[in-house]
């Protein structure tokens, strides 16, 4: 089935968003990088606001599924599958086009905390978080909320220091950290 106009420019856009960020990115280059008319851009979204949001939406819907169904592949337990998150890392800041989180950047470039972009890249954050929760309860983790804010916060610093630093290996330094976290958790 071919996708509608409006799926298009949503997955056309996402890749600009990700690649040039929110703010460098004008509605006359998305008209040109996407190739939809700035009429029918307008027809489907009336600011470049509701386009982001509905970038972001798809953004979280495609990563957490990778992420998710990459995690399940590369471990069968709960508490490989929480450190088997690092590895699932790995192979996407391995990737050519890596350019950190787009939820990150959305919260950076749109600080106000109600603002609606601000939000949604928040949603994206609590449902990862509301993941490893679940699999901290399934691990047996003494402290699930707790080892599930350690593990994300690993997760989010790892993204960082692999776009910001481009040295090491920090997929594989958090790993080890996570390691240790759910060694005490599980003790």
Not at 134 to 160: F, S, T
Not at 161 to 173: C, E, F, K, S
Request: include cysteine; aromatic fraction near 8%; proline fraction near 3%.
């Amino acid at each position: 089935m071919r996708p509608n106009k409006r799926d298009e420019l949503v997955r056309k856009a996402l890749q600009v968003f990700y690649r040039d960020g929110f703010h460098a990115t004008g509605m006359d280059r998305l008209v040109v990088e996407t190739g939809v008319s700035k009429t029918s851009m307008y027809k489907h979204f009336r600011t470049k606001e509701e386009l982001i949001l509905a970038v972001l939406r798809l953004r979280d819907e495609n990563f957490r599924n990778w992420f998710v169904r990459r995690i399940e592949e590369l471990a069968d337990t709960p508490a490989d599958q929480l450190l088997a998150a690092f590895d699932a890392l790995g192979e996407w800041f391995r990737e050519d086009n890596f350019r950190g989180c787009m939820f990150i950047k959305a919260g950076a470039e749109y600080q106000d905390p109600d603002h609606p972009i601000h939000v949604q890249a928040g949603e994206h954050k609590r449902l990862l978080l509301e993941y490893f929760t679940d699999l901290c309860r399934k691990a047996g983790a003494r402290d699930p909320d707790k080892l599930a804010c350690q593990l994300l916060l690993l997760k989010e610093g790892a993204i960082v220091t692999a776009v910001l630093l481009r040295n090491g290996d920090p997929a594989r330094d958090a790993k080890e950290a996570a390691a240790v976290l759910l060694k005490n958790a599980l003790a």
